[in-house]
């Protein structure tokens, strides 16, 4: 079973980025409630910016200074915290594509449609469902993910 955690200096990288974010959003909020002279605009601005970087990055945050792992690769399945807290089988799991955008590595995970308790079909005409995972941020890389993935499924490269 091969475990994968966040990188250090890309985690650091995107955690910047949510504060760059969070200040802008204050920003917005501290102007508006200023138009409107509302009078405790300082405190009100402050508990947005705590809610909304809790929003954006409260259980990434979490995770990396548990040191937590994100991404598992078992025999059973396919494990990623940012997902769900549950391995997702092999079996459910349609199509694995590798996309690649500049210097950054992405996995998609497609997975087969719901099927209704009696077999007939998706539930309700469901298409299959698509997550994607950011193979950049994790220590080892997106090679070792995909050495460790490809002896259970194969991975489609995206052109």
């Not at 909020?29 to 970087?53: K, S």
């Not at 990623?80 to 998609?108: F, H, M």
């Not at 941020?137 to 995909?146: D, N, T, W």
Request: hydrophobic residues 45%; proline residues 3%.
């Amino acid at each position: 079973m091969a475990r994968f955690r966040y990188h250090r200096e890309s985690f650091r990288r995107i955690l910047a980025i949510a504060i760059g974010l969070t200040l802008v959003f204050c920003g917005v909020v501290w102007l508006l409630l200023g138009i409107y002279g509302v009078r405790h605009m300082n405190w009100i601005t402050a508990g947005t910016g705590v809610i909304f970087f809790a929003f954006i990055s409260a259980r990434m945050l979490a995770q990396y200074l548990r040191d937590e792992t994100v991404l598992a690769v078992q025999p059973v399945g396919l494990y990623d915290a940012r997902i769900s807290s549950e391995t997702i089988p092999w079996e459910n799991i349609k199509e694995l594509v590798l996309i690649r955008r500049e210097q950054d590595y992405s996995l998609r995970v497609v997975l087969w449609p719901e099927r209704s308790g009696n077999g007939a079909g998706p539930i309700g005409g469901r298409a299959a469902r698509e997550h994607e995972v950011d193979l950049s941020v994790l220590e080892q890389g997106a090679r070792s993910v995909l050495e460790a993935i490809q002896h259970f499924m194969p991975v489609r490269l995206e052109r």
